[in-house]
């Protein structure tokens, strides 16, 4: 098993910034990458972006260019810096870990992007 805490989260107005941050226990030695993902109210969690052990990143086409995940290995930590934010970019982020068995999620954090 793999936990995941998520902090960081909070308002903001747009244009500003915010880094969310993501700490793994457990069976991190399992874990192949990690992710973020986010869910606006009455959407479905969407995709962000997402870091694997050999350090390639990915990104949603929404954030790519403002948004930045990175990894801190001896602290067990992967952050999400965002920049530029917008106000839909508000919704509550969801940081994930996966492996061969599947993912592990944790319990979120709300971002608010205020116009």
């Known amino acids: 098993q793999v936990q995941l805490v998520e902090s960081g989260g909070g308002l903001v107005q747009a244009g500003g910034s915010l880094r969310l941050s993501c700490v793994a226990s457990?069976?991190?030695?399992?874990?192949?990458?990690m992710g973020w993902y986010r869910q606006a109210p009455g959407k479905q969690r969407e995709y962000v972006g997402h870091?694997?052990?050999?350090?390639?990143?990915k990104y949603a086409d929404s954030v790519l260019g403002r948004f930045t995940i990175s990894r801190d290995s001896a602290k067990n930590t992967v952050y999400l810096q965002m920049n530029s934010l917008k106000p839909e970019d508000t919704a509550v982020y969801y940081c994930?870990?996966?492996?061969?068995?599947?993912?592990?999620w944790g319990q979120g954090t709300q971002v608010t992007v205020s116009s």
């Open positions: 870091v694997t052990n050999g350090g390639y990143t």
């Open positions: 457990g069976s991190i030695f399992s874990v192949n990458g």
């Open positions: 994930q870990a996966f492996n061969s068995r599947g993912d592990y």
